[in-house]
């Protein structure tokens, strides 16, 4: 008990004199290559958190290019080092803006919209990694066309030792060329030890069998030389091939790292976690456990010698993939110091290990779960459950899960639930759709969960922040037919059935933000993020509490940052503008989006402040200090809107 006092106070002290420190930087997409979007920032906090207000705004400079395709969502969360801020822009230009006024001081354009349009959401950028070494400062992009470029911190200009002048082309290193069109990359690379590595988007509803594979391959950060290859779906003879029946291996792709990767500086390790194979719903052409799909994998980028796995879906049929990085930190168990690694996931599990051996630190049980009754489909018996921490979100879908805010209200939802849906605990495969008209549902639906905002951590306490959604998701499965033809057995069909007079379906809160403290396994605390439709007619005399943002834009739940003191979690919603039954409210999905900046107070919960947002955000949120002065920047704009850079700071002086 005294040692751990001993460390808290040595923590809490160490934590108070950065907060001093004239510059507190964000190095890295999430705060550091731990992945734990904490900053020990402490200048904004509960008491003054209110008062803030724009300190300027940078517009990025993708309205000065000529291209012949629009930007995506502005996702892309900067980087901070030396008063300098570093930001990718959706059409991949990469510049430095100064730290405190939002001065463009350079620009980079790798002129990558000249290599044809990148696939699953065309041109968006969620970050860049920087690497420094020896007086040597460089700013790494990987391009949504999969040029890795090195440039010159100070100056924008190209590395001329790396690839050729500056860039490499890394698609020769994808797949054959017709493969290429359903390729695409969207997250940070990452620099661990002098080896740089990244992932890919690969096409997830595509239409034959055959698709790449996401293989990660490492790249000598000086000279841009290929280093190895990971073959994410094992090849031929290598370990994990077998669990691809039939040699399923031989076409079978996707599985790939679509989120960003943390690294272990000490060991020179790298985690990530993998997406589902082809196909998302049907794996009636790839029988078997299918490694490394829906995977945790730790490898060493010296070598790209896989160290250890841990695989969470075996033979996926619900696009569970990891949505994010997994968290690196210390945790204390049972008067135990554990070098851990935390992940958190679409079905709102919490996956813990020791990151050195990959054993886990709580019990993960195996349990029996429904099987297909899909001609061709091949289904595992049992899914891994983690015993701690709890779930951060409800699983599975029953009757007792919908709406009853009022007894018509109840008496519609069931209706509508016994109607069209077929619901049953969580890893329930999906059915074909027949005349019946009920598909399958799923809780959390594909969207999760988290998502790819992930979750955010304190490390001095081992405390976990994670936005979540409860969304159900829904689909069935159908033949091909001579407008859709493919040659698979069957193809997804989504429905979106919605909850009576365009309400959601389920309890609230619909969006959520869970405290988990990792030494001890548990909820610290749950609160709701949002109002929702509290003005609903049928429920506006209810005077109801905040229900959780609904409906909520695109798939992400929120992404958080954690401080010293607070909890910041950007949101992205749409605003209702009427409200209907049927197809999951989509009038509301049909209104006019925006976002909001909330603050949540770290020890209890309780939100403290909310402000709404310029323009709707695409990205997350990032905190530095200089000058002695903290600012919270906050990525926004929406497809074929202006996109820039807001930065929140406490009125001058």
């Known amino acids: 008990m005294l040692a751990r006092s001993l460390l808290v106070a040595s923590l809490t002290f160490s934590t108070a004199a950065l907060a001093a420190r004239e510059t507190i930087e964000w190095r890295h997409y999430a705060a550091d290559r731990a992945s734990t979007k904490y900053s020990p920032a402490a200048q904004v906090d509960a008491s003054n958190v209110s008062e803030l207000e724009v300190a300027w705004r940078w517009v990025t400079p993708d309205g000065r290019v000529e291209a012949q ?5 502005l996702k892309g969360t900067p980087l901070m080092v030396d008063d300098t801020l570093y930001a990718v822009s959706a059409m991949n230009l990469v510049s430095a803006v100064d730290a405190t006024t939002g001065e463009e001081l350079w620009t980079y354009d790798p002129k990558a919209y000249e290599r044809g349009i990148p696939t699953h959401g065309g041109f968006t950028q969620r970050g860049i990694e920087y690497w420094e070494h020896r007086g040597m400062e460089r700013i ?6 999969h040029q890795l470029v090195s440039l010159d911190a100070k100056t924008g ?3 001329l030792e790396f690839g050729e002048a500056g860039m490499v082309d890394m698609r020769g290193d994808i797949g054959r060329p017709d493969q290429m069109r359903h390729t695409g990359a969207n997250s940070p690379g990452i620099v661990c030890g002098d080896t740089v590595l990244m992932g890919m988007t690969i096409m997830d509803f595509s239409l034959t069998q055959e698709m790449p594979a996401g293989h990660i391959r490492g790249y000598d950060i000086r000279t841009g030389r290929k280093k190895w290859t990971f073959h994410i779906v094992p ?13 399923s291996w031989r076409y079978s792709g996707n599985t790939n790292v679509w989120s960003w990767m943390s690294c272990d500086d000490e060991t020179g390790w790298v985690y990530f976690g993998t997406g589902t194979p082809t196909s998302d719903y049907y794996g009636g052409h790839r029988h078997g456990d299918n490694l490394y799909a829906e995977s945790l994998v730790a490898i060493d980028t010296a070598t790209g010698e896989k160290k250890w796995h841990f695989q969470a879906v075996r033979h996926g049929l619900w696009d569970y993939d990891f949505p994010c990085a997994p968290i690196l930190l210390d945790i204390e168990v049972d008067g135990k110091r554990i070098e851990a690694v935390a992940q958190v996931s679409k079905q709102a599990f919490t996956y813990v290990f020791d990151r050195r051996t990959g054993e886990p630190v709580w ?10 009754l899909v001609p061709g489909e091949w289904t595992a018996s049992t899914q891994p459950f983690p015993t701690k921490p709890p779930p951060f979100d409800r699983q599975g879908l029953r009757e007792s899960d919908l709406i009853d805010f009022t007894p018509e209200l109840e008496a519609r939802a069931i209706e509508i639930y016994r109607e069209t849906l077929l619901g049953g605990p969580m890893f329930t495969p999906p059915t074909l759709a027949g005349e019946s008209r009920r598909v399958m549902a799923q809780l959390p639906g594909q969207a999760g969960g988290a998502n790819w905002g992930g979750a955010a951590v304190d490390p001095n306490s081992g405390v976990l922040f994670v936005p979540s959604q409860t969304r159900v998701g829904t689909m069935s499965l159908v033949p091909p037919t001579a407008r859709q033809p493919s040659d698979r057995d069957y193809l997804p069909a989504f429905t979106f059935p919605g909850g009576p007079e365009g309400l959601p379906l389920v309890k609230p809160p619909w969006s959520r933000l869970t405290a988990i403290d990792l030494n001890r396994g548990e909820i610290l605390w749950q609160t709701p993020v949002g109002d929702g439709p509290r003005d609903h007619p049928a429920i506006a005399d209810l005077d109801l509490g905040p229900l959780g943002a609904w409906p909520l834009a695109g798939l992400t739940p929120g992404w958080p940052m954690a401080t010293a003191t607070l909890v910041f979690v950007v949101t992205s919603e749409r605003r209702p503008d009427t409200y209907q039954e049927g197809a999951a409210g989509l009038a509301g999905r049909r209104g006019p989006s925006t976002g909001f900046l909330y603050a949540f107070d770290k020890e209890t919960g309780e939100e403290v402040w909310r402000t709404e947002l310029p ?6 949120p990032m905190t530095y200090v200089v000058n002695r002065r903290q600012f919270i920047v906050v990525p926004v704009g929406g497809r074929g809107q202006e996109h820039s850079l807001v930065a929140y700071a406490l009125p001058s002086g």
């Not at 395709?69 to 969502?73: E, R």
């Not at 790494?140 to 066309?145: A, I, M, P």
């Not at 323009?615 to 997350?620: A, F, R, V």
């Open 157 to 159: 200009r190209p590395d």
């Open 615 to 620: 323009d709707t955000p695409g990205g997350g």
């Open 69 to 73: 395709t629009l930007a995506g969502d």
């Open 140 to 145: 790494v992009l990987v391009t949504g066309t």
């Open 363 to 372: 019990p993960i049980e195996e349990r029996k779960v429904p099987e297909s």
């Open 235 to 247: 090849q031929g003879d290598e370990s994990g091939a077998e669990t691809w029946h039939d040699e």
